[in-house]
């Protein structure tokens, strides 16, 4: 298959990555609060990656992958994600959330044996892309951290370039929390250390999870998107709610890396009704176009393209 005619002025991204967050698997099927279907909404999430052109080249997903860290449901994580992923060509990247535990964690997913108390980091070549998976879990609770030795290792694994930079992937963003006050203080704790370490370094972007609901902000000035889960999300504007969790808005994250810059887009999980379109088979037709006409048909007010039905003639 021929690459797709370029459109506008900027070439397609270099590397291109899916984020999804906090699929909070349970065993046996079992629903959270006795009515999300957490593996109902990772499915569909699923279906919603296998419609991206071009496909993503790697799976990140920032943590809280086991509800209640059971070995059963890690291994219906695996059989649910990694054939999908294969079919697409992309890498699996997992990373320790808080409801991860990290023995289960390592033997679940990676076969290895884990100390509890060792930090669950690993590093990933996404096509010269570097992707670092950055446990932030304190055992027996739910803020993050990062130990004075993690925060060495990523020092000195920074200090190497990487040929595409890098993009840290970690569970607990470190971000203000302006629409969440409740979550504060399961934070990420001393994000100036992460901060110092990070200033300088090549790292591109960070993508982060843990509080449900969709976030923007910059560390270190590098940009700090959060996704949304796949399972019950966070309402960030209750009615008189302290923390409300919802049935609804679940999404993921694609994220774009082009030569000069990122782009975080929000892919919605949930079908909507469709009230305005046209069918891919326009495709073909408008890349048979020149960039004049294209603009001409598709820019102008009155043109068909926005008048009405596009013409097949």
């Not at 449901?73 to 409801?99: D, F, I, K, S, T």
């Not at 670092?132 to 060495?152: F, N």
């Not at 110092?196 to 969709?214: F, P």
């Not at 910059?218 to 019950?232: E, K, L, R």
Request: one cysteine or more.
């Amino acid at each position: 298959m021929s690459d797709p005619v370029q459109l506008g002025q900027h070439p397609p991204a270099g590397h291109v990555l899916a984020h999804l967050s906090d699929p909070h698997l349970l065993a046996g099927g079992a629903l959270q609060y006795d009515v999300v279907d957490p593996e109902a909404g990772l499915v569909l999430a699923l279906e919603r990656l296998r419609r991206m052109s071009p496909a993503p080249q790697a799976l990140v997903f920032t943590g809280d992958l086991a509800d209640r860290a059971e070995p059963a449901a890690y291994a219906r994580l695996r059989e649910l994600v990694e054939p999908a992923a294969a079919e697409m060509g992309a890498q699996v990247v997992w990373v320790m959330g808080n409801h991860d535990e990290r023995e289960p964690y390592a033997r679940g997913l990676f076969g290895e044996d884990a100390d509890p108390e060792a930090p669950q980091d690993r590093v990933h070549d996404v096509d010269g892309l570097r992707v670092i998976a950055l446990d932030t879990s304190v055992p027996g609770y739910h803020h993050g951290d990062l130990t004075p030795a993690q925060l060495v290792w990523l020092a000195e694994e920074l200090a190497v370039p990487a040929p595409h930079g890098t993009v840290l992937a970690m569970h607990h963003p470190p971000i203000p929390l302006p629409m969440l006050r409740a979550a504060e203080t399961i934070e990420l704790a001393d994000q100036h250390l992460l901060a110092e370490v990070l200033a300088g370094s090549d790292v591109r972007a960070i993508l982060g999870g843990h509080y449900h609901y969709s976030s923007h902000s910059t560390v270190a000035g590098i940009p700090v998107s959060v996704a949304s889960a796949s399972c019950y999300t966070t309402d960030p504007a209750p009615l008189e709610r302290f923390v409300s969790g919802v049935d609804g808005h679940q999404g993921l994250n694609t994220v774009h890396v082009y030569a000069d810059r990122v782009v975080h887009t929000v892919v919605p999980l949930s079908p909507a009704p469709e009230v305005s379109g046209f069918p891919s088979d326009v495709v073909a037709q408008v890349e048979a176009l020149s960039p004049e006409e294209r603009r001409e048909l598709i820019s102008r007010k009155d043109s068909p393209f926005n008048a009405g039905p596009l013409a097949v003639d």
